[in-house]
């Protein structure tokens, strides 16, 4: 049974590292490419959702939870595979919303910084899940040398809860303000007249 998750995590890996590749090049280049990377990232972002979704899932299946939860190092690799589950969803409801202009002004690099993030967060899966499968890599030392032990749980502090709190509540509020303005009568009104 362990051949199965070890199967399927080979899709939103490869489909998160293509993804990031696009955003980078759509973002980055211009030209042919740029436009085909921009075109075709919505499906491959799609599609490595449903293949994390596959992956998560045969974790849960495959070992009892008694035995996942008592690892560290299992802990930490359902915490990374959780964590880059969310942020990959939410460039996806991004990437989806926006359609043809996520790549337009500053969404751009909206994308490219929540890529490189969501690009570390499945890198550190993975390299968890090498390790323990028995096949730890370079990339596992890197990690260590940002002060992460990856045989002892990751714990947040809580000066960094606080602060993503308060940017998360920055966003929301961002976001409300934009959403009044842009149904204000006035903007509503040069919108018609340039139309
Ligand atoms: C996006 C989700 C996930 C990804 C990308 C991922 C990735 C990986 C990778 C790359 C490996 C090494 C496989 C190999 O060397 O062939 C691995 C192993 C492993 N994963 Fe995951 N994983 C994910 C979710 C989970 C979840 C949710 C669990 C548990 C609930 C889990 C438990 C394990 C365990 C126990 C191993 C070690 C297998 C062994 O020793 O043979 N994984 N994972």
């Known amino acids: 049974m362990t051949g199965i998750h070890h199967m399927l995590v080979h899709f939103p890996e490869a ?11 759509g973002a980055l280049s211009r030209g042919r490419l740029a436009e085909i990377a921009q075109a ?9 959702l449903l293949a994390a979704l596959a992956a998560i899932v045969s974790g ?5 939870m008694e035995a996942n939860l008592a690892s560290p190092l299992v802990r930490n690799h359902i ?19 926006a359609r043809d202009a996520a790549f337009i002004d500053s969404r751009r690099w909206a994308l490219v910084f929540l ?15 090498g390790h323990l499968a028995g096949a730890p890599t370079a990339f596992s030392a890197l990690v260590g040398a940002l002060g992460w032990n990856v045989y002892t749980t990751f714990y947040v502090p809580y000066w960094v809860l606080a602060v993503m709190v308060l940017v998360g509540l920055g966003c929301a509020w961002l976001g409300v303000r934009e959403f009044r303005q842009s149904r204000s009568p006035k903007r509503v009104k040069s919108r018609v007249t340039i139309s």
């Open 15 to 25: 489909f998160w590292a293509l993804a990031t590749l696009m955003i980078l090049v």
């Open 40 to 48: 075709a990232l919505l499906p491959v972002l799609v599609l490595s």
């Open 60 to 64: 849960f299946l495959v070992w009892p």
């Open 79 to 97: 915490l990374m595979a959780l964590w880059s589950l969310g942020l990959w969803t939410l460039i996806t409801a991004l990437a989806w919303q």
């Open 115 to 129: 890529a490189l993030l969501g690009g570390g967060l499945f890198a550190i899966t993975g390299t968890l899940g």
